[in-house]
T-cell receptor, first 116, second 120 residues
Framework: KAGVTQTPRYLIKTRGQQVTLSCSPISGHRSVSWYQQTPGQGLQFLFEYFSETQRNKGNFPGRFSGRQFSNSRSEMNVSTLELGDSALYLC???????????????FGAGTRLSVL | DQQVKQNSPSLSVQEGRISILNCDYTNSMFDYFLWYKKYPAEGPTFLISISSIKDKNEDGRFTVFLNKSAKHLSLHIVPSQPGDSAVYFCAASNLLGLNAGGTSYGKLTFGQGTILTVHP
């Protein structure tokens, strides 16, 4: 069974631009969560999608948004990029998003975003 | 407010010995805990988990212990192997809050990670 796939793996943008990252979950998984990893803040939860609906959101500004398609693939978008948005963005999928029990989150390799 | 803490940034162990990684949490609503391992340029890989109704869970060389009164969990790796060298993250979630209509969907709260180095 294929794992979680994130594209692209690396991205370089300049301040003020916007970026879209893509995540394809494990087949059959309907929940997709996004995390930001930085050296200073560690792994922080951005949001979670299930059946094309955002069910949970972390403490990030509105410049961070996402969506999920009917095939459970998800995208996240960051508008008006700032230097501090440079990070590794990780996507995780699980069966139904309970983040526990049998619904373990499985992570992709991430997209490394550099904002210059 | 860091709700999950791994106070040891790094740990160095000899091959064949035991590795003990520690994690503390402050939020008493957490009821499910997980350990992930992360190699450079890869995403975190799930290792083992434990529910708050248990105090121990084993899977091969990995054992997780949970002390709810102390809000502390630990991961034991026995015997340690050089291939275990990686960053280890503990993570917590709130399933009961979800079942009670909370907003815990899809959210794991992570510690800062501990770099484990196993020397041959």
């Amino acid at each position: 069974k294929a794992g979680v796939t994130q594209t692209p793996r690396y991205l370089i943008k300049t301040r003020g631009q916007q970026v879209t990252l893509s995540c394809s979950p494990i087949s059959g998984h309907r929940s997709v969560s996004w995390y930001q990893q930085t050296p200073g803040q560690g792994l922080q939860f951005l949001f979670e999608y299930f059946s094309e609906t955002q069910r949970n959101k972390g403490n990030f500004p509105g410049r961070f948004s996402g969506r999920q398609f009917s095939n459970s693939r998800s995208e996240m978008n960051v508008s008006t990029l700032e230097l501090g948005d440079s990070a590794l963005y990780l996507c995780a999928s699980s069966l139904v998003g309970l983040a526990g029990g049998k619904n373990i989150q499985y992570f992709g390799a991430g997209t490394r975003l550099s904002v210059l | 407010d860091q709700q999950v803490k791994q106070n040891s940034p790094s740990l160095s162990v000899q091959e064949g010995r035991i590795s003990i990684l520690n994690c503390d949490y402050t939020n008493s609503m957490f009821d499910y805990f997980l350990w992930y391992k992360k190699y450079p340029a890869e995403g975190p890989t799930f290792l083992i988990s434990i529910s708050s109704i248990k105090d121990k869970n084993e899977d091969g060389r990995f054992t997780v212990f949970l002390n709810k009164s102390a809000k502390h969990l630990s991961l034991h790796i026995v015997p340690s192997q050089p291939g275990d060298s990686a960053v280890y993250f503990c993570a917590a979630s709130n399933l009961l809050g979800l079942n009670a209509g909370g907003t815990s969907y899809g959210k794991l709260t992570f510690g800062q990670g501990t770099i484990l180095t196993v020397h041959p």
